[in-house]
């Protein structure tokens, strides 16, 4: 696989601070912002910091200390908003999964109860 990143997809211009977020966490390997058109209550974006288009991508390519910072960055968050409820996490990879945004992200929903994991097709 042919991982291409395009540095001018709207997360990494949110990591240049070329616009602005609402941020949650940030730490040396991760950013949290809470996503812009929220599905549920909580609905937060986990980033990485690293150039990485998506969650293979990321997984093949980035570092051990990449991914550490990544997960601690999650567990940190999920703290931090309070989810003991439960909560899902999704990361939409390419066209089939309608990822949108080209830079990899773990959505964090939470506070309403999610129903299936996916619409069944009819
Ligand atoms: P995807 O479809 O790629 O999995 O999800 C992209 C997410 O990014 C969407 O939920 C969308 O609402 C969110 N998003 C797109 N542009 C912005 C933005 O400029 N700021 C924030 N905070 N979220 C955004």
């Known amino acids: 696989m042919d991982f291409h990143y395009d540095p001018q997809n709207i997360f990494a211009r949110i990591l240049r601070g070329e616009i602005p977020n609402n941020t949650v966490y940030e730490s040396e390997h991760a950013l949290a912002f809470h996503d812009i058109n929220p599905q549920a209550p909580v609905h937060v974006l986990v980033i990485p910091k690293g150039a ?19 997960m601690r960055a999650v567990a940190r968050v999920c703290e931090m908003l309070e989810v003991e409820g439960g909560f899902r996490a999704i990361s939409n990879t390419r066209g089939d999964a309608h990822q949108e945004v080209p830079h990899y992200h773990l959505h964090i929903l939470a506070g309403r109860k999610m129903g299936p994991m996916l619409v069944p097709q009819g």
Do not use: W
């Not at 990485?52 to 990544?70: I, K, M, N, P, W």
């Open 52 to 70: 990485y288009v998506s969650l293979d991508h990321f997984a093949r390519d980035g570092s051990a200390e990449e991914h550490l910072g990544f």
